[in-house]
């Protein structure tokens, strides 16, 4: 046991070390678009609810009449080199090869403008070439480790439900930097805060570090469940859209395979409905046809209608089994103050918070 322990502390001491220089490295040759950056972003691997913020905040840019361009790193993605996902007219690019989170973006957010790249200043670049208008504003998501580029505001979301895990560096543990680097962040929303077992513990340890950063409560809230039939293609074709509590009472059998998907668990319950087999996947996690056959298969088995999450459906497309299918749809509900804040300097540039400060001496 001894043993072990000091060879998880020997590699955080790398870990460490190797993020310092990294940070360092990017900060120095991080670069600048021509138009205000907002990064939302997370201290952990995944399950914080960046994809429902990023589309919450872009569609309040449209209510302002801003134009808005996200940039997405379009992990687990086949396309490595920036790509247009979305070019104001609907999706252009199926998952496998942007990803699932740009994919589902594309299909929310009709009119907006989604680009994918390893790096996010190329990415914000070839929009520029690509579009005639230059957006008001670029969405960073995924961007609180992206140094490369330079941002105007740091958006950190900190899940509810599980803020740190066992507080361990990745990868025996869930976090991509220390706790202390809480502190570069400008806003600082705790996501599922409704399902947090102290919020006010978690509020008081977050300004051990952040002294200063504006904290907001957000909920996930089911906005509704949409019906899918899928054809002898393995399309799923939309149906009809049923109200949140539509299954209310009912059996069903669950499967997803994203960050956090025990929040999925607890929105099938907060709706009503009674989970008689719920299997879980790694996230973003690629489905085979077999795999896919034997959920649908086993569902049948149960006499129980199939539901799963957007970001799981549109990763199946092409390969899901012909039947009936159930989405969960999830919206974010934030008070109107953050989006206030987020936009109070909408189309201007500003000086970034203590210029990222570099990681801890180790």
Not at 241 to 266: C, D
């Amino acid at each position: 046991m001894k043993f072990k322990q000091r060879a998880i502390e020997l590699y955080q001491y790398f870990y460490l070390y190797f993020l310092k220089k990294k940070r360092e490295k990017d900060l120095k040759e991080a670069r600048s678009l021509p138009s205000p950056v907002i990064s939302v972003g997370n201290l952990t691997v995944g399950g914080s609810g960046k994809t429902p913020m990023v589309i919450a905040i872009a569609e309040e840019a449209k209510r302002l009449s801003l134009d808005v361009c996200i940039l997405s790193r379009g992990y687990k993605g086949r396309l490595k080199e920036p790509a247009v996902v979305s070019c104001r007219t609907g999706r252009l690019l199926d998952a496998i090869d942007c990803g699932d989170e740009p994919a589902l973006m594309a299909d929310k957010l009709y009119g907006v403008p989604v680009v994918i790249g390893k790096d996010r200043y190329k990415a914000g670049m070839y929009a520029l070439q690509c579009f005639k208008k230059k957006p008001d504003i670029f969405l960073l998501d995924d961007g609180y480790q992206h140094w490369r580029l330079k941002r105007d505001l740091d958006i950190l979301l900190i899940s509810g439900i599980n803020p740190f895990g066992n507080r361990r560096l990745f990868p025996f543990g869930p976090l991509r930097e220390p706790l202390e680097d809480i502190k570069r962040a400008h806003i600082i929303v705790i996501t599922m805060a409704d399902k947090c077992k102290n919020i006010s513990m978690l509020i008081d340890e977050i300004r051990l570090y952040a002294k200063t950063s504006s904290i907001y409560l957000a909920n996930h809230r089911i906005k509704s469940i949409r019906r899918y039939m899928v054809d002898e293609h393995g399309k799923a074709n939309f149906q009809d859209e049923l109200s949140p509590f539509e299954l209310k009472g009912k059996r069903v059998f669950a499967f997803a395979g994203i960050g956090n998907p025990e929040s999925f668990r607890m929105s099938l319950k907060d709706a009503g409905m009674e989970i008689a087999e719920f299997i879980t996947f790694r996230d973003h996690h690629l489905y085979s046809v077999c795999e896919l056959k034997e959920l649908s298969d086993r569902a049948k088995e149960l006499n129980l209608p199939m539901i799963t999450t957007e970001k799981d459906l549109i990763r199946a497309e092409g390969r899901l089994h012909p039947g009936e299918i159930y989405t969960l749809i999830i919206e974010i509900s934030i008070e109107n103050r953050f989006f206030e804040e987020v936009f109070k300097n909408r189309g201007q540039k500003s000086e970034s918070k203590e210029n990222f400060s570099s990681a801890s001496d180790i």
